[in-house]
């Protein structure tokens, strides 16, 4: 298991919806920019979300109104929010630090089909 671990992912139809959460291993979560990425068969992983320790947040133009990343603090968390799925968000989410990435963990499937 790597340091980061994702979780959250399953199986929707389109327009549904998921919560994504990343975590730290180690229990302690503390960084200066995170970021969700994904990666579908085929292609090259793509920053889909990112956010500040200050919170601002930056999103892909794919998932921009759709997708809302936030930190959970109480709980350690960062949490990508995905409404209105479409099918071509199908991919394996990750997360990682976004200027000092480490090892990528094992990464949530999202698979969204009718």
């Known amino acids: 298991q790597g340091q980061l671990v994702e979780s959250g992912g399953g199986s929707v139809q389109p327009g549904g919806s998921l919560r994504l959460s990343c975590s730290d291993s180690?229990?302690?979560?503390?960084?200066?920019?995170m970021g969700w990425y994904r990666q579908a068969p085929g292609k090259q992983r793509e920053l889909v979300a990112s956010?500040?320790?200050?919170?601002?947040?930056r999103y892909a133009d794919s998932v921009k109104g759709r997708f809302t990343i936030s930190e959970d603090k109480d709980k350690n968390t960062v949490i990508l929010q995905m409404n209105s799925l479409k099918p071509e968000d199908t991919a394996v989410y990750y997360c990682?630090?976004?200027?000092?990435?480490?090892?990528w963990g094992q990464g949530t499937q999202v698979t969204v089909s009718s």
């Open positions: 990682n630090f976004l200027y000092s990435p480490v090892q």
């Open positions: 180690r229990g302690i979560f503390t960084f200066n920019a």
């Open positions: 956010i500040t320790r200050y919170g601002n947040t």
